[in-house]
């Protein structure tokens, strides 16, 4: 059992333990705004950590840079503007919310390391460009990185366990990571490319259970170029769909992603199989529930599941708060910030919703 | 050298991607793009180590280079240490530097991306957005997207967001001068001549295709053709 915890902890990353600088995400912005605000209420308030969320900060190009628009050189200054005002609030601990740009800053600094000459030239360009200066971050995490590190203290505070208030056995959950968190620099992960542990971490500290299916470090099937544009999107959708078919015959409860693309698409594509194909992967044509890791940290915490942003999603998530055992008033779904309901959305011609 | 080997060599993504490649295939056997289209990424690396000029020029020119998804799972295998998927990014570079990229039905969607993701960066500070996500040319989202479109500022805000205004959160508006910064770094970096090199070998494309010699010609056209056409058979 030592030698295997040995072996284990070189498996295991350094994770800054406060004081971060929060670099959003375009993707998770946009299609899961409640995930990013639900983290930085959880660091603040549940943890008690210095979090800022500069309002300087834009994209570091991460999605132009690998659909081959934007060169690496201009990418690289772009990632050196955000250290840059990182600096400026007095931060070393960089945090990404986008797993492209996790994957991506984890590839700028490493080239600025094995080629200085690189460094030297990004800090000549940012300065012709902007007038700024730049320092390389002491640490890179993920959120889900951070998430995992406070993942028992947490589980101490949770109102809710991932666990079927009916029969009391575990939930099932399918985890799925993204691919440039842990596929190009597998130091940079927690598990390695091989024993991804970042969200298993979590549902099995949170009471649940982890399915191991044939597909499981299978790519979403983002591509990039191949959703931007609509005549790729059949690349996109096919690798989805080999991942559900493959986790089907497991029965899982719900998926738990890290990636903001990749909860979106792992969503979509099940409406849009079942549209297409009268096809959905769980017995009651509702499709698999996915969640953000955020959403789920915050549910089970108590937060108003409507506030952290569940009818965001097309494949709706009730099925899985009866199972915990979570109350949530249908009433408040649809509302507004200004209090008003705002209509619903028109129903699916076959996911059930 | 040949002139073609000579610029993946200036580019250090090349240094690093490709190192004594021995063939094995492990890349082919994992890589999805393998599996859903007619691509082999073993068969690209041993095209690019052979540095056989003419060779390489097919490839700049055709489909596939476009293929991989860039999900980086052919580095988690190669037992070099080789990257795949990151040469193709340096034979995309190439390419659409050269102009190459027009002479592919998957190579000339590159002016649609960068008139979508690309023109987002440099305008709004996102690559994508809520506003430019249009449901219609997005089905896929579902009637859910239609829905949180329809009422993007209740819902964003109500979620925590900012909805384009100032200050922080979620889809805030970015402030102009950190929009100029950005602009300022695409111009001192090469990034504006880059898009400006998309925008002007598209342009040459569209008027040939379009059998034309008009200085002035419809790029909306185009952007649809190249955003919708799936006319060969790419697939396995």
């Known amino acids: ?353 | 050298m040949g002139r073609i080997y000579d610029l993946l060599l200036k580019d250090v993504r090349f240094q690093e991607g490709l190192t004594a490649c021995m063939n094995c295939g492990v890349c082919t056997a994992i890589c999805p793009a393998a599996e859903f289209y007619n691509y082999d990424p073993r068969q690209i690396c041993n095209i690019v180590q052979s540095k056989d000029e003419e060779k390489m020029l097919a490839l700049l020119k055709s489909d596939i280079i476009w293929y991989c998804g860039q999900c980086m799972s052919c580095k988690s295998r190669c037992p070099r240490g080789n990257v795949p998927g990151l040469i193709i990014s340096v034979l995309r570079k190439v390419s659409q530097e050269l102009g190459y990229f027009t002479e592919s039905e998957k190579g000339r969607q590159q002016f649609a991306i960068k008139r979508t993701i690309g023109e987002n960066i440099i305008n709004i500070g996102y690559c994508v957005h809520v506003e430019k996500m249009d449901p219609e040319t997005h089905p896929e989202q579902g009637p859910v997207w239609r829905w949180y479109v329809d009422h993007a500022e209740e819902v964003v805000d109500r979620l925590g967001g900012n909805y384009k205004k100032k200050g922080s959160g979620a889809l805030r508006a970015i402030a102009q001068e950190n929009i100029d910064e950005i602009n300022q770094i695409f111009e001192v970096t090469g990034g504006s001549e880059f898009y400006g090199k998309i925008e002007h070998f598209s342009q040459e494309k569209a008027k040939s295709l379009k059998q034309t010699t008009d200085d002035e010609i419809d790029m909306n056209d185009y952007f649809n053709r190249v955003y919708t056409e799936n006319t060969k058979d790419h697939q396995k």
Not at chain 1, 109 to 138: C, I, M, N, S
Not at chain 1, 204 to 212: K, L, S
Not at chain 1, 275 to 282: A, F, I, L, P, S
Not at chain 1, 311 to 317: M, S
């Open chain 1, 1 to 353: 059992m030592e030698l295997k915890k040995r072996y284990w902890n070189e498996y295991l990353k350094e994770i800054a333990g406060d004081n971060y600088f929060y670099e959003r995400s375009c993707i998770r912005q946009t299609f899961f705004p409640g995930s990013e605000a639900t983290f930085l209420k959880v660091m603040k308030e549940e943890l008690g950590r210095n979090i800022v969320d500069n309002p300087n900060q834009h994209t570091c190009t991460g999605i132009g840079y690998h659909s081959d628009v934007v060169p690496f050189n201009t990418t690289m200054t772009i990632c050196a503007r955000l250290l840059s005002l990182m600096k400026e609030n007095r931060f070393q601990h960089l945090v990404t919310s986008c797993v492209t740009s996790f994957g991506l800053f984890n590839e700028v600094v490493e080239t600025w390391k094995q080629f200085p000459e690189e460094l030297e030239k990004t800090r000549h360009y940012l300065y012709k460009a902007t007038g700024r200066e730049f320092d390389l971050p002491a640490n890179i995490a993920h959120p889900s990185d951070i998430i995992y590190k406070f993942r028992k203290e947490l589980g101490q505070k949770m109102k809710y366990r991932l666990v079927n208030k009916e029969t009391g056995n575990p939930l099932r959950a399918v985890e799925h990571i993204g691919c440039h968190y842990s596929k190009i620099f597998s130091e940079q992960s927690i598990g390695g490319t091989e024993f991804p542990h970042v969200l298993a971490g979590m549902i099995e500290a949170w009471g649940g259970e982890v399915i191991d299916y044939p597909e499981r470090r299978h790519c979403c099937g983002f591509g990039f170029r191949q959703y931007l544009i609509k005549a790729n999107r059949g690349y996109s959708v096919a690798n989805s769909r080999k991942k559900f078919e493959s986790m089907q015959p497991y029965k899982p409860d719900f998926i738990l992603t890290n990636c903001p693309g990749c909860a979106m698409f792992m969503d979509k594509w099940q409406y849009a199989i079942a549209e297409m194909e009268g096809v959905t992967y769980d017995d009651k044509g509702m499709g698999i529930p996915v969640l953000t890791y955020e959403e789920l940290t915050g549910i089970l915490l108590g937060y108003n599941p409507w506030d952290v942003g569940l009818q965001l999603h097309q494949v709706q998530a009730e099925s899985l708060l009866n199972k915990i055992g979570i109350p949530y008033d249908p009433q408040n779904k649809y509302i507004g910030v200004s209090g008003k309901l705002l209509g619903e959305p028109q129903k699916p011609d076959f996911l059930r919703v």
